[in-house]
């Protein structure tokens, strides 16, 4: 792959030309995230090889209508920092087909606007439930259209179980090999995410204070301030385990918790990871009501205005699906020894932020004459809403009376420190498969490990009829929510 440079004087790939062809391409994600990522990466000089996209729409979406929906997307996303003619340049580069069913018939047009660009690299982008990926795979090796630089990328959920997972690929890979597959998985891609390798891995510091004999505990929080908006259908079927659990959490566990790999090629990455997945504890019927937590949300109050319960957002009132979920789990293998991992994610929660926060524990000796405990070192990674890491430590207080300290936090911002725009998730790992990394998507067997995990929990809570904790929206959580003895998530740690 070569080298050149783009319109900001940096080096950057000159990758071979490529379609992407987007299926669901009229839909939300696609609108929202994907199509502005691409534009953003042409925007940046990235994109200096010829590429064509292709949106594929099952409804009766015109022209028209579709290039409306995808500029006041594009403007959103650039918030006038590039002008119309940039827009509609990039607009241009768009063709809409439709191809209501994922037969040789309907896929006719697509066939035929492919096969005008018999050098091109075809990567497909199934942003549709996970159902079709099967039929739409068969489809297009029918058609031809697969070859061996063919690439195909999957978004969540891949099933609702380990049966229907292994299903779903089972088909997919009758068409893919497992090297032209990219399970995406956005959170991978954020920024301070990313820098988890660096901080971990190139900081002597944080290496060595990480293991049991350093850290008392690791928690992960997802806390969303708004409910299940246009995805009920979806989320009912699901819920918060599925939605977020499965993926996004386990993954950012494995960042945290995986060994250094010996370099940072995709493998060796991911089978760090894969070790972590196989060393997470099973659940059973004790530990499952011991150590997991689901709950629901009810009628509530979110940034001054109320809001409907779970059922009501749904109109369907016999649900039993967890809108909230807390998980004390640990790693089992010689640097977690005994070291709970937390796990937390709830909808319609009080506030929107993700975080990882690694609770050091305490001195062994206090010692200062104050009355006033030492408290614990933390390490917090904010993922968002704003994207910093905190180093909260022991200080002194200025000026006279003896030794009078608090915890202060030093900070690294990321909008503060550094003033050039940022690429997002999807930019980065849409370009990562564009150049064939696969270093930040999540391999078959990572994939049924972590279902193995889940169907520890969700079997168990059938076994166990474990119910729902009711919660109002806009609070924490639930109320009466303990996982160890001494730790009270809602008043120790799951508030800020």
């Known amino acids: 792959m070569s080298q050149s440079k783009n319109k900001n ?45 292709i949106a594929i729409t099952r409804g009766d979406s015109t022209l028209a209508k579709f290039e409306g929906n995808l500029v006041r997307f594009l403007e959103e996303s ?16 768009v063709t809409l087909i439709k191809a209501e069913n994922a037969t040789i018939e309907d896929y006719k047009d697509l066939t035929d606007y492919l096969n005008k660009f018999p050098s091109y690299q075809n990567i497909y982008y199934f942003s549709t439930p996970s159902a079709a990926f099967g039929p739409i795979s068969t489809t297009l090796k029918a058609c031809g259209l697969i070859n061996k630089d063919s690439k195909v990328v999957l978004e969540k959920p891949l099933g609702y179980s380990l049966e229907s997972s292994n299903a779903i690929n089972s088909e997919i890979t009758k068409a893919f090999t497992e090297q032209q597959i990219y399970r995406i998985d956005h959170y991978l891609g954020k920024e301070t995410v990313q820098n988890l390798m660096v901080l971990r891995f190139a900081n002597n510091l944080f290496e060595r204070a990480w293991d049991s004999e350093h850290i008392d505990n690791i928690q992960i929080t997802v806390s969303e ?49 894969l070790k972590v997945l196989r060393a997470l504890r099973l659940f059973n019927k004790k530990t499952v009501q011991t150590d997991t937590v689901k709950g629901q949300y009810t009628r509530g109050v979110v940034k001054g205005e109320e809001v409907q319960s779970y059922l009501e957002d749904i109109e369907k009132f016999g649900s039993k699906t967890e809108t909230f979920v807390a998980i004390k789990t640990y790693v089992d293998n010689w640097r977690w020894k005994d070291v709970p991992f937390y796990l937390r994610t709830g909808k319609r929660m009080n506030k929107r932020y993700s975080e990882i926060v690694i609770n050091f524990k305490e001195v062994r000796h206090n010692i200062f004459p104050s009355k006033e405990s ?7 990674i904010r993922l968002q809403p704003e994207e910093r890491i905190e180093l909260v430590q022991m200080t002194k207080i200025p000026g006279p009376g003896g030794y009078r300290y608090r915890p202060i936090a030093l900070k690294l911002d990321y909008l503060d420190s550094f003033k050039e725009r940022f ?6 790992l849409i370009i990562d498969v564009i150049r064939g990394n696969q270093t930040l998507f999540m391999s078959q067997d990572e994939l ?4 193995n995990w889940i169907e520890s929990i969700t079997k168990n ?35 800020e």
Not at 32 to 43: E, G, S, T, V, Y
Not at 78 to 93: H, L, M, N, T, Y
Not at 233 to 247: I, P, R
């Open 461 to 495: 809570w059938k076994a166990t009829g474990q119910n729902n904790i009711l919660y109002e929206a806009g609070t924490w959580g639930p109320g009466d929510l303990v996982l160890d003895k001494d730790t009270t998530w809602v008043t120790k740690t799951w508030k």
């Open 423 to 428: 690429p997002e998730a999807y930019e980065r």
């Open 9 to 53: 004087n940096k080096h950057t790939e000159v990758f071979k030309p490529f379609n992407i062809i987007v299926f669901g391409g009229d839909g939300d994600l696609a609108l929202r995230k994907i199509f502005p990522a691409l534009f953003h990466r042409d925007q940046d000089g990235q994109l200096l090889s010829e590429y064509n996209i």
């Open 78 to 93: 650039v918030d006038g920092q590039a002008s119309g003619e940039e827009i509609g340049k990039f607009i241009q580069r």
């Open 374 to 380: 030492l408290n614990n070192n933390k390490l917090i």
């Open 448 to 451: 049924i490990a972590a279902w």
């Open 225 to 273: 301030n708004l409910g299940v908006e246009k995805r009920a259908a979806y989320y009912d079927n699901s819920g918060a385990l599925l939605d977020m659990v499965q993926n996004h959490l386990l993954q950012l566990l494995c960042l945290v918790a995986m060994e250094p790999p010996h370099t940072l090629e995709a493998d060796e990455v991911r089978n760090e990871k």
